[in-house]
Each structure stands twice: as C-alpha cells, then as structure tokens.
C-alpha cells in the first residue's frame, strides 16, 4: 500500500508491479438535476475526476445504485446510461456494480485506474511559490439550489449542467504533461476547503484573489439572496477559522461562493511558477479553462488569505 486516507487524497494506491499503481476511489450521491440522463452523467464524471486527480487513467467502474422500485426500470435505464457513456467516453469499461431498493435515489461509480507509482500526483506537495490553477468555475451548488427552487431550469442552466458532466481528463493530461507538485480536485469541502486540505497537508499557507476566481453567471447574485445549499452554512463557518479576508469585495457573499460545495467541480493544481506559463498553454490548446487564481506562500499550514 503507498497511500491510504492520511491527507484526505482523492483516491488510495496501492502498488501492482515496479512500473505501476492501482488507483482506488469510490462516490456516489443523490440526483443533482431532475434529468436521469444528467444525472448519470455528472455522478459518473464526478466518481472517475478523482482518478484524473491524481493523474491516473480509469481502467474499470462499478456501478453503485439505489432507487426506489416505485421509479421503474426506464428512470433507472437512464441513469445507467448517462453514466456508463461517461465511462465509456473516459476509455474504461463498466464491469458491474451493485443495486439496492432505497426510498432516495443514489447513484455513483467505484473506479479503479492505473498510474505510474513515481508519477503519482497528491493534493500535498504544493511549495512556497507556486501558483495556483482552477480548471472550472465554481457555483455548481448554488446553480443546483436555483433550479430545485425554481428559479433556474436546466435548460437555462445548461452550461453548468455540462461543466459537471465534463470529464477532467483533458485537464488531467495537462497537468501531468507539464508536472505539477500538487492538485486535488473541487468537490464537496468547496474551493477554500480543498485548498485549506492541500496547504495543510503541505505544511504552507496559500492565497487566492477574488477577482480572478471563475464564476457561473449569476452564481454571486443568487449567493447574496441567500439561495445556497444547506450545507454552505457549515463550510462557511469552518472556513472562516482558517480564512482571513483583505478583499474589497463582500465576505459574507463571496465566502457563499467560495465555500460553495461543488459536484464535478474543476482542478485545483500547485505549480512552480516557471511552469505556469506551460500549464495554461497545455490547458487551453486542450480547451480547459486555465484560471490563475492564487498562490501558495510561507505562513500558518492551512491558512488561507484572499485578497
């Protein structure tokens, strides 16, 4: 076993031969959209982006699914096939999985993938120096509680219905053609969370700029009418004890944004500054979004500072 749970990386690594790891990861959670089709998609693009995290390749997923009997089988038909075209289009095969009878629908994936051990990327290692980039907007769960609230639909909501549907792998293999010295990807814990996770685990501070941290469209506008999801009031709470705010822009408003926990969301990758310059380059020939939105600095492990 090279890794396990100890710094909260993406996926464990388990050692196979001298030239190469298994990568281990398992999520799966309840619809995010009301489409079966979307959501079979965006559940498996978020199962199988913790394996591009770490700059592997999936090889194989396992279906996991919970769904009441009430649905049917043409709802539940749906979910597998969004999810096994995710799998498909990432090049890994779906090799089974499992179903139960629930009364609230889940769905997800359990990925194995592959990397060479040396080549391993983890959400440590960031230096003092580097700079940070975000390879897609945030504001996916704000945008969700919008149209569970009715003021969005997912047809006017469809740009971040495909952001959480795109696979990181364009942005996976732009980041291990350059070599990074960290990178996690922007999930549940939201973008201060997981970067609070990568500074502490690598012993530094980091900072972020406000300005430069891609939005979706009225994502900042809905966080200010308090139309958040439920648990945006505990990050906001738990990011504020390792949070300090020299922006001229409203902390209580953007720390909704900031904290906001994404599904699917994009990369959050560490690298040394004379590399930069090649990492955009590499994002954007791909078509990723290639947002420098910060850095990593000497300080406190785990604090952050936006500016």
Known sequence: MLLGFETSDDAAVYQLAPDMAALLTVDFFTPIVDDPYDFGRIAAANSLSDIYAMGGRPLTAMNLLAFPCSLGPDVVGEVVRGGAEKVAEAGAVTVGGHTIDDKEPKFGLSVMGVVHPDKVVRNIGARPGDVLFL???????????????????????????????????????????????????????????????????????????????????????????????GRTHDLVSWSREFTEWHADEDASTWLRVLADPQTSGGLLVAVVPERADALANALATRGVLAALIGGIAEGGAGRVTVR
Request: with cysteine.
């Open 135 to 229: 390879t897609k907007p945030l504001g996916t769960g704000v945008i969700a509680t919008a149209i569970k609230q009715g003021l969005e639909t997912e047809q006017s909501a469809r740009e971040v219905v495909e952001s959480m549907a795109a696979l990181n792998r364009l942005a996976s293999e732009a980041m291990v053609e350059v070599g990074v010295h960290a990178a996690t990807d922007v999930t549940g814990f939201g973008l201060l969370g997981h970067l609070h996770e990568m500074a502490e685990g690598s012993g530094v501070a980091a900072w972020l700029c406000a300005d430069d941290v891609p939005l979706f469209d009225r994502a900042l506008d809905y966080a200010a009418d308090g139309v958040i999801p």
